[in-house]
């Protein structure tokens, strides 16, 4: 029920600004993560945002250049990613937990909803 948009093909340095949105169910009491995988590699957290707004979590290798905020009129929450690198090809996916999940944390078995993913690829 989570719907992952926005990914593509960006030149390094670039950006892009992820969303994830249901149609199922209000995101603004959940928790929402964000997860990459590359072929090849395990799927890590990246980032996450708590039910309330009150906390977030980036990984090192995307602080100061990612930012993870919510739109609740929009029902949406969005991974805006600035100065691209190789390194951050994968495939993004959403995922929630909740409602009144509390404060996230960077452990996928936490959530309980997933999207599709959608492709980042970062290449000149």
């Known amino acids: 029920q989570l719907v992952e948009s926005g990914g593509g093909l960006v030149q390094p340095g670039g950006s892009l600004r992820l969303s994830c949105t249901s149609s199922?169910?209000?995101?603004?009491?959940?928790?929402i993560g964000w997860f990459r995988q590359a072929p090849g590699k395990e799927r890590e957290e990246i980032s996450c945002?708590?039910?309330?707004?009150?906390?977030?979590y980036y990984v090192d290798a995307v602080k100061g250049r990612f930012a993870i905020f919510r739109d609740n009129d929009k029902n949406t929450v969005y991974l805006q990613m600035r100065e691209l690198r190789a390194e951050d090809s994968a495939t993004y996916y959403c995922?929630?937990?909740?409602?009144?999940?509390?404060?996230?944390?960077?452990?996928?078995?936490?959530?309980?909803?997933w999207g599709q993913g959608t492709q980042v690829t970062v290449s000149s």
């Open positions: 199922g169910f209000s995101l603004d009491t959940y928790a």
């Open positions: 995922a929630a937990t909740g409602p009144d999940s509390g404060p996230c944390y960077p452990l996928d078995f936490v959530y309980d909803q």
């Open positions: 945002i708590s039910d309330s707004n009150t906390s977030a």
